[in-house]
């Protein structure tokens, strides 16, 4: 059977949700690629060129936007962030999904660009639960915490944008739901037309 294109998946999570540890999991499976923005901020302690970001200059980044080559990009603090574009491209023709770990601005602007992208957002089973978890994460002070709760209330409300919620109350369920919302939308006539053609090959 051909294999479909890959999929644009954008996923979007306030601070706490378990994003990462979804996308961890998920990523463990070659069938899924991640994607690593370019930044032209210099990099943290601990952080790694080709893993956190790409790291480039001021002037690799504006030659990229001149010749088309970013999918988005936003300046943030004086520094660009953006979402390079060959690759993913590369990949979606490999017939890998491409993850795109973005904010809810940046993947805005992604479905403006590419519609047919998968939006997905992920929330924690209620608000009082996200508060909990923070604490448990024992790296912020009472005040962050209250800060960060109050910016994902609001974040939140911009999950209707999405194409689909998923609630992060376990794991588990949470990676396979993700899988499952993926394995579904690969299955879309939209994206099967071709499969009409191969089954009908030999009649
Ligand atoms: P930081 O410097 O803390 O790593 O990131 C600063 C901000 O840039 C965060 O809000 C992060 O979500 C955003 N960011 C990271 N990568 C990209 C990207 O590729 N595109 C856009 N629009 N924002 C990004």
Do not use: W
């Amino acid at each position: 059977m051909m294999k479909n294109k890959g999929r644009m998946i954008v996923v979007s999570a306030p601070s706490g949700c378990g994003k990462g540890t979804i996308l961890a999991e998920i990523l463990k499976d070659d069938s899924f690629f991640y994607s690593v923005s370019a930044t032209t901020r210099a990099p943290r302690v601990g952080e790694e060129d080709g893993v956190n970001y790409h790291f480039i200059s001021n002037d690799e980044f504006e030659k990229l936007i001149a010749e088309d080559g970013m999918l988005e990009y936003a300046k943030y603090c004086d520094n660009y962030y953006g979402t390079p574009k060959k690759i993913l491209e590369e990949k979606m023709n490999e017939g890998i999904n491409v993850i795109l770990e973005i904010e809810v601005q940046g993947a805005m602007k992604v479905r403006e660009i590419c519609p047919d992208a998968l939006f997905i957002f992920i929330v924690p089973p209620t608000i009082s639960e996200l508060e909990r978890r923070l604490r448990k994460r024992g790296t912020e002070s009472d005040d962050v915490i209250a800060k960060r709760v109050s910016e994902a209330a609001g974040e939140i409300q911009k999950a209707v944008n999405y194409d689909y919620i998923l609630v992060n109350a376990a794991l588990e369920d949470a990676v396979e739901d993700f899988k499952t919302i993926v394995k579904a939308e690969s299955m879309k006539t939209a994206c099967s037309k071709n499969l009409i053609d191969e089954v009908l090959k030999n009649a």
